[in-house]
């Protein structure tokens, strides 16, 4: 069965610093990952999914992921953080002809200024 | 507007209270999704629907009910509310028939059980 792992539950960073926030999935058939973003007191929200082909997907504000299959990660990284990327981030699998989801246990991201 | 709504925003309630808790969109998506999110543990799926007629239990079903009233209607109700129901619930639509098309989430209800 597919499984996510968030190895940060929090990850605090000063404003304009590099973050990486690290996803690592567990699965023996091929996946689809995502990467949704929860803003203070919102619902979540895509930030960035792999499906296949190149494994460097990016987002519109900045964010960037990279699916490794050898290593079954898909990290997300920032090379210059801004407060308004405060929020936790979810990584979510799905197994390729599953009908769900399943999540991370998320990371809360903190830039200080 | 917001596409995907949900009622209460909070509620606090009380041990063995019958709750419900209502989802609405309009994005004219067939499939519905009703999670709890709790601090460390992330979103579990409670249960999922591609269609009025088809409903299907998610990962921490037991407690809980669904009823799909309609395409863009989706309520979630707890029988009899115990503490440990106390969470964070989000309901997201998504489009189409494939699993990696984006979920839409609505705003949350957080619900107190005392």
């Known amino acids: 069965a597919q499984s996510v792992t968030q190895l940060d539950s929090q990850v605090p960073v000063f404003e304009e610093a590099p973050v990486e926030l690290r996803c690592n999935y567990s699965s023996s058939v091929s996946v689809y990952l995502f990467w949704y973003v929860q803003y203070p007191n919102q619902g979540l929200q895509l930030l960035l999914k792999y499906l296949s082909g190149s494994t460097l997907v990016e987002s519109i504000n900045g964010f960037e992921a990279e699916f490794n299959k050898s290593q079954t990660s898909f990290h997300l990284r920032k090379p210059s953080v801004h407060i308004s990327d405060t929020a936790e981030y979810f990584c979510a699998v799905s197994e390729k002809g599953a009908q769900k989801l399943v999540f991370g246990q998320g990371t809360r991201l903190t830039i200080n200024p | ?114």
């Open chain 2, 1 to 114: 507007d917001a596409d995907v709504t949900q009622t209460p925003r909070n509620r606090i309630t009380k041990t063995g209270k019958r709750i419900m808790l209502e989802c609405s969109q309009t994005k004219g998506h067939d499939r519905m999704y009703w999670y709890r999110q709790d601090p460390g543990l992330g979103l579990q799926l409670i249960y999922y629907s591609f269609d009025v007629k088809d409903i299907n239990k998610g990962e921490i079903s037991d407690g809980y009910s669904v009823s799909r009233q309609a395409q863009a209607k989706f309520s979630l109700s707890l029988e009899s509310a115990i503490p440990n129901q106390t969470a964070l619930y989000f309901c997201a639509t998504s489009e189409g028939t494939e699993i990696y098309n984006e979920q839409f989430f609505g705003p949350g209800t957080r619900l107190t059980v005392l």
